[in-house]
């Protein structure tokens, strides 16, 4: 019998389901050792939602932009471009994950992309010269890829300046968002992203 495949060799994916049926379709749990695919599905349409769910939140936690666009902070460098290191600093922030609540980190991720994934967003209208915001559903999609880009800079935002490492960061920020707390920073931009769609109604 074929031995089990586990992330990192230490975490199953076997009893991890996602319970929001919106983001089902999108989020990927098919058993991966490394999440380290090499760029297979650049080119095809929607190719992203064949990515390992892991290896996208690797992919964002290197995204080179996202701390240069982050108010008041300067890229680090820490991460931005290299995959190796950006995977080390995941695959410990998924043991310390495991060692705080002692469930498998795999499933705490998806409980808390589903928390911090908004269900809708403002966009602008511009009719006849005049601009206004309009009330939008978020895709699938845009809600799977908005809940990993707030978690990374949530884990940014934590370590800089601050005692803090990047993967202690990343840990209580997932823990944080899978419980639904107000002190995560991925929770609270979704809910504001609401709460001016719903004023812009």
């Not at 240069?68 to 410990?92: M, N, Q």
Request: charged share 30%; glycine share 6%; aromatic share 6%.
């Amino acid at each position: 019998m074929p031995e089990e495949i586990k992330l990192f060799g230490k975490w199953s994916y076997k009893g991890i389901e996602v319970r929001d049926p919106g983001l089902r379709r999108y989020i990927n749990l098919k058993p991966v050792y490394l999440p380290h695919t090499g760029g297979r599905h650049e080119h095809k349409k929607f190719g992203k939602a064949d990515v390992p769910i892991v290896e996208r939140l690797v992919n964002k936690m290197m995204s080179p932009g996202l701390v240069k666009r982050t108010k008041g902070l300067r890229d680090s460098g820490e991460a931005s471009g290299k995959k190796a290191r950006a995977i080390k600093i995941v695959e410990r922030a998924f043991e310390l994950i495991h060692l705080k609540t002692g469930r498998n980190p795999i499933e705490v991720l998806i409980r808390a992309l589903e928390n911090s994934a908004p269900r809708e967003e403002d966009t602008r209208i511009i009719y006849g010269g005049i601009t206004y915001r309009q009330a939008a559903d978020c895709s699938p999609q845009r809600r799977l890829d908005l809940a990993l880009r707030f978690i990374a800079e949530a884990a940014w935002r934590g370590s800089f300046s601050s005692t803090k490492t990047i993967e202690e960061s990343l840990a209580d920020e997932i823990i944080a968002a899978a419980q639904n707390s107000s002190s995560s920073f991925a929770v609270r931009k979704k809910d504001e992203k609401e709460r001016i769609a719903l004023s812009a109604r």
